[in-house]
């Protein structure tokens, strides 16, 4: 099959690159002349584990191409893939699909002979509906059927996810194109993944549905854990109790600083403004997207009550400033709260990140960066881990007692137990523990 991918960014990318080694002839497009001659010198422009081979393997054998110029890229194409961002949109929260409906338009003009184009990006319900619009208005002569086919992919873990899928929901009606789309993902029918198939819009929902849901197990679990804290029970244990019920189970349960993220924050902001739209209110997601939001800062009050209550002059080392492990993704990440209000009580924040400092230098200001771990720690009054790295997993905790100046462990994602830290002759402070 010949699928070119709109947009070469974390979806378009991936995508791209797994398609290929599916063995598809694969030509990824994007306007940012950078990016692609990046892409064509070898160099990935986000972090993901195993993506630069993936890539390299396959542009050296000629299944994988980079270009800007949309009309050879789609020209031929048996699928072309709109992967293109759709960021919340400035002032009301609705899912920016002014780069999908641009694409759409552009895409009209190139296609030649029958092309199903495929909507990857999250995007609201209806959306399907309107690009079908832009493209019959934009070229009447086009042959074309629009499906949507979001995708599913966590950030760390997007090639497995990708190859290993739970399931691949496809969205659609027209016959021709529901047999393109399970062409191109014939290679999974070896791992038996389900393919899904249902109408367009409610494969629009699917995806915003998924996600709302696991926001609602991390939140449902962050303020068990705050109950925990107030009548002295220990959150995992709890955690794991409801997590082996095979109706809940136990992914998502892991209580800390609130999620955060390129899909959770954008994507349950979006389900609240179609809800709103069609009048069909979803409360369970308010209280949920309210509840995350006023977490974080939560978590930096609770750095500020373990160290007695005032930073002021004070200095917090800070380990882990993405919003996960395995990803340079500072999109809503917790630490930029948690950070923000340190320093709004008047702390001096060091902070180090195995792949993330560079994007958290665009949007966090005066905070010293450091080369590593324990650089952070000399001299610092506490320290707080608010991303899980496997880096920070094993700290020598002698050696971080020597370098603190005051012998201080916030631990914001329950890594550590709580006896060894003690018996390090630490203060201890963990989430709903």
């Not at 389900?194 to 609602?216: C, H, Q, S």
């Not at 750095?303 to 002059?313: H, L």
């Amino acid at each position: 099959m010949k699928v070119t991918m709109i947009g070469s960014g974390y979806v378009g990318l991936v995508s791209g690159a797994c398609f290929a080694d599916f063995g598809h002839d694969v030509t990824c497009v994007d306007k940012d002349e950078r990016k692609i001659e990046a892409l064509k010198a070898g160099k990935i422009p986000i972090f993901e584990p195993g993506l630069d081979h993936l890539v390299s393997s396959n542009v050296a054998a000629g299944r994988l191409a980079f270009t800007t110029d949309i009309k050879a890229g789609v020209a031929g194409a048996d699928a072309v893939f709109i992967a293109v961002g759709t960021p919340s949109r400035r002032g009301d929260g609705h899912a920016d699909l002014s780069y999908v409906y641009a694409a759409a338009a552009e895409i009209a003009q190139a296609i030649t002979g029958f092309t199903v184009i495929v909507d990857k990006s999250t995007v609201p319900v209806g959306t399907g509906d309107e690009v079908e619009r832009i493209m019959r208005e934009a070229n009447p002569d086009a042959e074309f059927a629009v499906v949507s086919n979001p995708e599913f992919l966590r950030e760390g873990a997007a090639i497995d996810d990708f190859k290993r899928p739970d399931r691949i929901v496809i969205g659609g009606d027209d016959p021709r194109a529901m047999a393109v789309m399970r062409q191109v993902y014939r290679p999974l029918y070896i791992n038996k993944s389900p393919i899904v198939e249902m109408d367009r819009r409610g494969a629009e929902l699917t995806k915003y549905a998924a996600n709302a849901f696991l926001a609602v197990k991390i939140t449902f679990i962050n303020e068990i854990a705050d109950l925990c804290e107030k009548v002295g029970a220990n959150v995992q244990d709890v955690a794991r109790g409801i997590g082996l019920d095979n109706r809940i189970g136990s992914k998502f349960l892991h209580a800390g600083p609130g999620y955060g993220g390129s899909c959770f924050p954008k994507d349950t902001l979006a389900l609240l403004k179609t809800s709103q739209d069609f009048d069909a209110p979803q409360r369970i997601v308010e209280a949920v997207v309210n509840v995350n939001d006023q977490r974080k800062r939560a978590m930096g009050r609770k750095v500020i009550t373990a160290m007695g209550g005032d930073v002021r002059g004070k200095t917090v080392a800070v380990l882990g400033l993405t919003f996960k492990p395995n990803t340079d993704d500072m999109r809503d990440s917790p630490a930029i709260a948690v950070i923000q209000t340190l320093q709004d009580a008047g702390a001096t924040v060091r902070a180090y990140d195995p792949e993330g400092m560079e994007q958290a230098e665009l949007v966090l200001k005066e905070v010293a960066y450091c080369n590593n771990a324990y650089e952070t720690m000399e001299g610092a009054d506490a320290l707080v881990l608010v991303t899980e790295w496997d880096a920070f997993r094993a700290l020598d905790l002698p050696r971080v007692k020597s370098l603190l100046s005051q012998p201080i462990l916030v631990d914001l994602r329950n890594v550590y137990p709580r006896d060894a830290v003690e018996a390090a002759g630490f203060t201890y402070t963990a989430v709903g523990r």
